[in-house]
């Protein structure tokens, strides 16, 4: 794992757009509900990047900028003062959006413990899926996305390690997801035949949120 936090470590020094922030934008509508139609203190942007959608964006004031997020990005030296470990903290609102994707995959359930660790309340999962990538191959795809999954795999995982934290931990919290495709506004629907996005009628009002595969947002599980 440090070696791939380091490799991203120098990906985001080589350059002033990777990993800015700004993927957020695609998931930013479910977030403004969420923290405007909840009781919601803090939050914590885990995986923010260079955090460009709080400091430049200020994507905050739409809810009247307060709470501003708290940032913190493992491969932005940056923001190492903010590790929210080290702080022993947690937070009423924990968004992680196009962050376990570039995750190794023997590393998930640890992250996803952490990540459930840090959450008071609600956990925000986002997903950014590759259209082309074939979900039946499950080895690596890339040195950025380390584990490219489909939805079902990453529901699966997801739900398997929270039943498995929350009765070792003795609570529980409201995970939420939504899945986007790669191309913001593209219009795909996942085609579950073959494991693959496919494009579709734009004029079928079936469809009216075409990038969004939402898997019922709630994963909480009766134990």
């Known amino acids: 794992m440090d070696d791939y936090l380091d490799k991203l470590e120098q990906m985001h020094g080589a350059s002033e757009k990777f990993m800015s922030g700004r993927l957020i934008l695609g998931f930013f509508p479910d977030i403004l509900e969420l923290v405007s139609h909840s009781n919601i203190w803090s939050i914590l942007d885990f995986g923010c990047g260079k955090g460009v959608q709080w400091t ?14 708290h940032m913190w990005d493992p491969a932005v030296p940056e923001l190492d003062h903010n590790n929210p470990f080290r702080i022993g ?42 259209s082309d990538h ?32 929350s009765e070792n931990r003795d609570r529980d919290i409201t995970i939420k997801t939504r899945f986007l495709t790669e191309a913001i506004g593209t219009p795909r629907q996942w085609d579950p035949t073959t494991n693959r996005y496919k494009s579709v009628n734009t004029a079928d ?11 019922g947002l709630n994963l909480n599980t009766d134990k």
């Open 134 to 165: 074939d979900y039946e191959n499950k080895g690596d795809s890339s040195e950025i996305n380390c584990s490219l999954h489909s939805p079902d795999w990453w529901i699966n995982r997801i739900n398997n390690t929270y039943i498995m934290w």
């Open 205 to 215: 009002p079936e469809y009216n949120n075409l990038t969004h595969r939402d898997l």
């Open 56 to 69: 430049e964006m200020k994507l905050h004031h739409a809810w009247g900028g307060a709470p501003r997020p």
């Open 89 to 130: 903290r947690d937070y009423d609102l924990v968004i992680a959006t196009a962050v376990l994707q570039h995750v190794p995959e023997f590393d998930i359930d640890k992250q996803l413990w952490n990540l459930f660790d840090l959450t008071r309340k609600t956990l925000y999962l986002g997903f950014v899926m590759d």
